[in-house]
Antibody
Framework: EVQLVESGGGLVQPGGSLRLSCAAS????????MSWVRQAPGKGLEWVSV???????YYADSVKGRFTISRDDSKNTVYLQMHSLRAEDTAVYYC?????????????WGQGTLVTVSS | SSEVTQDPAVSVALGQTVRITCQGD??????ASWYLQKPGQAPVLVMY???NRPSGIPGRFSGSRSGNTASLTITGAQAEDEADYYC???????????FGGGTKLTVL
């Protein structure tokens, strides 16, 4: 079964750091494009970042320079390292496999992990 | 960056047909993908590309595109279709992804 399980969320103070993990099963992350998408409380979906099979990465303007996406092929896991966190980064963070191509679909999605930035 | 827009809310009578739209310049180049999300749950892919349904998605869901507008049509809406629906596309650079603001579908 293809599955993604996120972990690492929690409460962090403004300016702090946090690292999210996304463990994949049923497929290999190194052979797929992987992405993070977030959803602030009561709001819509916002794309955060993508890592392609070649290792190149892209970020939303709102997180560029503060967040870093990476993967560990030996653990079949994708990470999102977050620095200089702000209140507006508070959201459920979802990991998803991304297709690229001419329709850019996300499937499957993990269950999400909640990040709360507050003092 | 470009953007795609959705109507915030749409309603449909049980058993009737409803179309949810997603509009943006990037849709002239790229197809949309569609997701439904129920409260407290992760999004689920329901449509992608020109008109492709993932396995397990009922045949009452269909997709289309015309110009800069992508549409998700539910023919014979059921109570369980009540959810938030999101579209996404690649932006004009191709390197970023954009989501619509979501459409809340109410089945009356």
């Amino acid at each position: 079964e293809v599955q993604l399980v996120e972990s690492g969320g929690g409460l962090v103070q403004p300016g702090g750091s946090l690292r999210l993990s996304c463990a994949a099963s049923g497929f290999t992350v190194s052979s797929n494009f992987m992405s993070w998408v977030r959803q602030a409380p009561g709001k819509g979906l916002e794309w955060v970042s993508v890592i392609y099979t070649a290792g190149n990465t892209y970020y939303a303007d709102s997180v560029k320079g503060r967040f870093t996406i990476s993967r560990d092929d030996s653990k079949n896991t994708v990470y999102l390292q977050m620095h200089s966190l702000r209140a507006e980064d508070t959201a459920v963070y979802y990991c998803a496999r991304y297709s690229g191509s001419n329709f850019g679909r996300f499937d499957p999605w993990g269950q999400g992990t909640l990040v709360t930035v507050s003092s | 960056s470009s953007e795609v827009t959705q109507d915030p809310a749409v309603s449909v009578a049980l058993g009737q047909t409803v179309r949810i739209t997603c509009q943006g310049d990037s849709l002239r180049t790229y197809y949309a993908s569609w997701y439904l999300q129920k409260p407290g749950q992760a999004p689920v892919l329901v449509m992608y590309g020109e008109n492709n349904r993932p396995s397990g998605i009922p045949g009452r869901f269909s997709g289309s595109r015309s110009g800069n507008t992508a549409s998700l049509t539910i023919t014979g809406a059921q109570a369980e279709d009540e959810a938030d629906y999101y579209c996404n596309s690649r932006d004009s650079s191709g390197n970023h992804v954009i989501f619509g603001g979501g459409t809340k579908l109410t089945v009356l």
